[in-house]
């Protein structure tokens, strides 16, 4: 991923998620014909591509590539991409939303902080391809926020991964928790 933090300390990348945890709650059940990978939508903004997840309060994302404005995107269904567009609206914490015209799958969101330990689901989506794989929450002394630890399918991902959805793995629900945002390079 492009994004990369100025911290470092000895020896690893860690991926940093935009967290969504607020509140103690899980908002809204997933729509039940979907997989996480379904709500998963391509943003293409002016200042280039990133990712999002339909949920019910919208379509959210970092706004890396627009936070203002008109954005493009494309909704996956079963018969394929749909291109869309809306309008963005700041969210707080560095969160957008925009509210899509269509019905889309949409994810359920967990805003309780995942304990470090707690195993996640890592979605990508890159047109009809998805990738989905698995990580591990852990705590990085010194830093506030929410991290993955490193392995093997993280490492591999590109600019194009920034706003890929995190979900919860241990549950049916598969609730999103947070977005990926970028790397945190420890030297």
């Keep these: 991923m492009s994004h990369r933090l100025p911290i470092r300390a000895p020896g690893s990348v860690i991926a940093v998620l935009s967290a969504l945890c607020l509140t103690s709650c899980l908002i809204a059940p997933p729509d039940p014909a979907s997989t996480p990978a379904d709500a998963i939508v391509q943003i293409h903004g002016s200042g280039g591509e990133e990712l999002g997840v339909a949920t019910d309060y919208g379509i959210v994302f970092l706004g890396h590539t627009q936070r203002g404005g008109t954005v493009e995107y494309t909704a996956w269904y079963g018969d394929g991409p749909s291109p869309e567009s809306g309008l963005v609206e700041p969210i707080g914490g560095g969160l957008f939303v925009t509210e899509p015209e269509l019905a889309v799958h949409r994810s359920a969101i967990d805003f309780r902080t995942p304990k470090p330990g707690t195993r996640v689901r890592v979605v990508v989506r890159k047109g009809r391809g998805v990738r989905e794989f698995a990580a591990r929450v852990v ?49």
């Design 139 to 187: 705590a990085v002394e010194g830093a506030e926020g929410l991290f993955l630890a490193p392995n093997g399918e993280l490492t591999r991902l590109g600019a194009t991964a920034v706003g890929a959805g995190i979900f919860l793995d241990h549950d049916a629900s598969h609730a999103l928790i947070g977005l990926l945002s970028g790397e945190l390079e420890l030297t």
